[in-house]
């Protein structure tokens, strides 16, 4: 199995630019084998909490370590199936991303769309649940708690 990583940096800093998502369809589009893309955007919300309103969160990673994790899950997750090749986009935003903005696009591309889902899906809770990535809900200038991810 092929798996083309389509970018060369998984960390940004703030928000991920919708931009960057955009170039890569377009780039898919022109592949002959790809049949399906699975796409998952995260937004930061304004979740309500006792401590206050949330108003962005902090993302923190020590980048190697993280980077590291990353290429082990990629690599453990599209082996779980049978595709021919995988292409592959991920980018984490770090430092303070408001509501509304990108911390996380996940985007995959193969030629059908059960192991697009699948692989989309595996990579997100892989990265959620594996990767050290630290994430502070700010409350304006009312506070802070580090979230916990679900």
Known sequence: MQVLLENDEFFVEGGVPVASLTEILSHW???VTVGAHCVFLGQV???EHPE???????????????EKALHALISRVVSEHTCD?????????LGV???GSLPVIVA???GH??????????????????VPIYGKELFGDE????????
Not at 113 to 130: D, H, P
């Open 29 to 31: 589009g022109a592949e």
């Open 45 to 47: 919300r304004a979740d």
């Open 52 to 66: 206050g309103i949330v108003t962005a969160i902090e993302f923190s990673a020590h980048r190697s370590v993280a």
């Open 85 to 93: 090749s995988v292409h592959l986009f991920l980018q984490h935003g």
């Open 97 to 99: 991303v408001p509501v």
């Open 108 to 110: 995959v591309a193969s």
């Open 113 to 130: 769309r059960a192991e697009a889902f699948a692989i989309c899906r595996g990579i997100l809770e892989a990265l959620k649940s594996e």
């Open 143 to 150: 506070g802070h708690r580090w979230k916990v991810n679900a």
